[in-house]
Each structure stands twice: as C-alpha cells, then as structure tokens.
C-alpha cells in the first residue's frame, strides 16, 4: 500500500488544521467592533493553506516516501518539541524573546553557529514585531518586556 504514510500524517495535519482555524475563530472580538484584519486573520490564514496541505498529502501520497529514522527523526522531534514549547511561552516571556530562543534554537539546530543562530532569532522577531505591532497594528505580546 503505498503512500500509507502520507495520508496518515495528512489526516492528522487536517485534524490540527480544522482545531487550529477553530480555535483562530474563538478570538473575542475587540473593543470598538469587528475590523477587517483582526487577531484572528492570520492563523485562519495559516489554517487554511494546512488544510489544502494536508488534502493534497492525502489525495496525491508520494509513492516513494522515506520516513526519517534515527537522527532525522529525534531533529524533527525536536523540532515539533521547539515549537510546543515557543507557543507555551508565547504569553509569559514575550513573542521577542520566545521567537529569539525558538528561531534560534532551531537555526542552530539546522547548522549554524550558536551566536549566530540566536542573532538572526533576535532580528527576525524584533522585525517582525515592529511589523506587526506598528505596520499592521495587530498586538503581539510583549511579556516580560512590556513597559508599564
């Protein structure tokens, strides 16, 4: 049966897809009425192409897959890890310094040299703060940063 994997892993990312555009929906709506981009705008966003992902994954399996092993599998493992933790994070520290320790940590985990894996985390997330926060007027939190 080939492709068996491909549609499993695309089932479960469908089943998170639907979870995580749900969940995006659930957002109170702001103070002073509904906007056209809100705080739910871009999860919906990532939660849509998820969802045309995942059905892809499982209409058009890729007949010869390999599926990590070993030392492949425990980074992707790490990684799902990393990512777990950043959204854990995400409220109490801040999103500049839990994108600086979570870009970080998965550059330097893809290769690059610690100091400068965490430079690149620490300019990715202050530019895309500054985006978001002043270009799009969507509020990340700011966490332990955040001036009283």
Known sequence: MTGFGDRILGL???VLAVAYGWAAQQWPEPFGGAEGVGPETFPTILAFVLVIGSLYLMVKPD???????????LELVTSVVVLIVYALLMEPLGFIISTTLAVGTLSWRMGARPRMAFI???ISAVVVFVLFN???DLSLPAGLLEVE
């Not at 010869?64 to 070993?70: E, K, L």
Request: glycine letters at 20%; a positive charge.
């Open 134 to 136: 002043y270009g799009l």
């Open 12 to 14: 479960g990312l469908l």
């Open 120 to 122: 690149t985390g620490l």
């Open 63 to 73: 007949p010869d897959a390999q599926w990590p092993v070993r030392k492949t599998g």
